[in-house]
C-alpha cells in the first residue's frame, strides 16, 4: 500500500504558478504510474495528470499545455508544476497511484488550490 503526502498548495493569482508535490512511500511507487487528481466543492474527483514508470505523461485536457508532471524515483516524489492558473482550477489536489487512470491506492489529504484574484 502507498501512504501520499501532497504538498504545495496556496493561494495564487490568475495566470499564476505552483509546484505541488506528493512524497509516497510504499511498494507501488515502484511499480505503478502516478497521477494527480482533483476535486473541487461540489464536484467530483477527476483526473488531471498521469506519469508512468517510463516517464511517459498524459494530461486531462482541460490542463493540457499549462501543466508539467514529473517524478522523482530516487525521492519517490511526483511533482505537478501548474502554470497559467485559471479559477476554474481552484480544488484539492490528490495524488495517487494508478492503473491506466484510475486510482489504485489510498488518498491522502491533499492539497488545497485557490486560484483568485
Known amino acids: 500500500q502507498v501512504q501520499l503526502v501532497e504538498s504545495g498548495g496556496g493561494l495564487v493569482q490568475p495566470g499564476g504558478s505552483l509546484r505541488l508535490s506528493c512524497a509516497a512511500s510504499g511498494s507501488m511507487f515502484d511499480s505503478n504510474a502516478m497521477g494527480w487528481f482533483r476535486q473541487a466543492p461540489v464536484k467530483e474527483r477527476e483526473f488531471v495528470a498521469a506519469v508512468r514508470l517510463s516517464a511517459g505523461t498524459y494530461y486531462a485536457t482541460s490542463v493540457k499545455g499549462r501543466c508539467t508532471i514529473s517524478r522523482d524515483n530516487a525521492k519517490n516524489t511526483v511533482y505537478l508544476q501548474m502554470n497559467s492558473l485559471k479559477p476554474e482550477d481552484t480544488a484539492v489536489y490528490y495524488c495517487?497511484?494508478?492503473?491506466?487512470?484510475?486510482?489504485?491506492?489510498?488518498w491522502g489529504r491533499g492539497t488545497q488550490v485557490t486560484v483568485s484574484s
Open positions: 495517487n497511484a494508478l492503473v491506466g487512470t484510475t486510482a489504485v491506492g489510498s
